[in-house]
């Protein structure tokens, strides 16, 4: 089993988040069922998303895990049916029993927010089939991530533990070439870590691997967008203010984004590309 390399096109790509769960924060319930998980990844698809990412467990702060074979059942069929229809699908997973599944299935990139941390057969994994890799910034599992929510500098501490677990990896017999880096808004980080952190995007990307933002819908968010009486805007109501992250990641040089509003990051994506081009013609 091989698997296509990363694709670079010179623009920012555009992961659609599509999670075959009863109980992710932003959209639990929704597509659980295959039947309406594959319409939704089909639709992100053709709105032009690159990546549809499917996930089987929820990475919500103080989520349950569930058992290999239950995200099999939850992410294989639909994995395998949008891969059929040419969707290029990503799984959305920590264990490399289900990434192996994953990719026999079609899947053509394994989406790890553990960063290899949480399977030790992950690295080996990757190496052997060559399939591309998000590593996550990551310290722990979502039950005990905010424990371990403490810095001195967040942005000189991720790039740090990104650099050494890229290294690790990379000594496992993992190719350079195959490596995303993704610093990890809302695992183990606290809204001013993550503030910071987007802030910082181009020290990030400046590492010099592919970089991966995932800011799309999350409670920092919705904190800042809290009305009067101090209660967070909901999930579903953060499309706005996670359109606005897709554009700043894009102007900081981020590989990708991943997101739930496929759709209109991909409408922003193609405006900043046709802005880019237009400068560089006016200069060239």
């Not at 555009?14 to 089909?42: E, K, R």
């Not at 032009?48 to 919500?60: I, K, P, Q």
């Not at 809302?186 to 181009?202: T, V």
């Not at 990030?204 to 691997?209: I, K, T």
Request: proline share 5%; charged share 25%; aromatic share 4%.
């Amino acid at each position: 089993m091989t698997t296509a390399p990363l694709p670079r096109p010179g623009r920012c790509l555009v992961m659609g988040v599509l999670n075959v769960t009863p109980d992710s924060f932003s959209d639990g319930g929704c597509f659980a069922d295959a039947a309406t998980a594959i319409a939704h990844g089909m639709a992100m698809h053709a709105a032009g998303a690159d990546y549809v990412d499917v996930g089987g467990e929820s990475t919500r702060p103080g989520a349950d895990r569930v058992d290999a074979t239950e995200e099999c059942r939850r992410v294989l069929p639909v994995i395998r049916e949008l891969s059929a229809a040419g969707v290029r699908t990503s799984v959305d997973t920590t264990r490399a029993e289900v990434a192996e599944a994953a990719l026999d299935a079609g899947a053509v990139l394994v989406n790890d927010v553990s960063g290899g941390l949480a399977d030790e057969g992950m690295a080996k994994l990757v190496a052997e089939t060559g399939a591309p890799w998000v590593l996550m910034h990551w310290r722990g599992h979502s039950r005990e991530m905010y424990a371990a929510a403490q810095y001195g500098d967040v942005v000189t501490e991720v790039c740090a533990e990104l650099t050494a677990r890229a290294e690790d990896v990379v000594a496992a017999g993992v190719r350079p070439e195959q490596l995303v880096l993704d610093p990890g808004l809302g695992f183990a980080k606290r809204p001013e870590h993550n503030w910071a952190l987007l802030a910082g995007l181009d020290r990030v990307v400046a590492l010099g691997l592919p970089v991966l933002v995932g800011a799309s819908r999350k409670s920092f968010l919705g904190r800042l967008l809290a009305g009067p009486d101090g209660t967070p805007r909901p999930a579903e109501q953060r499309d706005d203010a996670s359109l606005a992250t897709t554009v700043l990641a894009a102007e900081a040089g981020a590989w990708g984004v991943r997101v739930h509003d496929a759709a209109a990051s991909v409408d922003a994506v193609r405006t900043l590309d046709a802005i880019r081009s237009a400068k560089g013609a006016r200069h060239g």
